[in-house]
């Protein structure tokens, strides 16, 4: 059971970080400089990259692939801070915490297998399929 002390201290962690964020956010407002862009010209509207003046749109198209590499990474991603927290409580759950960490395991691992199978970490270029020929079978190029 909770004591009154751990949800204090969880308080004060929380209304320490809301002053800092605070006291951060109101010296920015208070000491950063204000430029008027209207009034320098068209450069101050401009991005600025290690002195390279843009050409071209910004805007990329990027392929599939690249959302589903961060979708991934983010998944495993919490899978592995799941399982590093459970193993700091390894020996308090006892063997009902090792066996719903091993269900997790095995369901990610079952995912894993799936995505594998349904060719979603096939991030290369697809073989092309010659279609038959009078012998009856196609080849790959």
């Not at 004591?3 to 929380?14: G, Q, T």
């Not at 071209?56 to 495993?76: E, K, N, T």
């Amino acid at each position: 059971m909770m004591d009154f002390s751990d949800i204090r201290s969880l308080f004060v962690y929380a209304a320490v970080v809301a002053v800092l964020l605070a006291c951060m956010m109101g010296l920015s407002a208070v000491t950063g400089t204000r430029r008027n862009g209207a009034a320098m010209g068209r450069s101050m509207s401009m991005p600025f990259e290690s002195g390279i003046i843009p050409t071209g749109s910004g805007h990329l198209r990027l392929p599939v692939q690249y959302y589903l590499v961060a979708m991934f990474f983010v998944i495993f991603d919490v899978e592995a801070a799941f399982l590093f927290s459970w193993a700091t409580v390894v020996t308090d759950t006892g063997w009902v915490g090792y066996g719903a960490a091993l269900v997790f395991i095995v369901f990610l691992a079952v995912s894993l297998a799936y995505l594998w199978r349904a060719g979603a970490l096939d991030w290369g270029p697809r073989p092309r399929v010659i279609p038959a020929t009078d012998s009856g079978k196609g080849h790959v190029l």
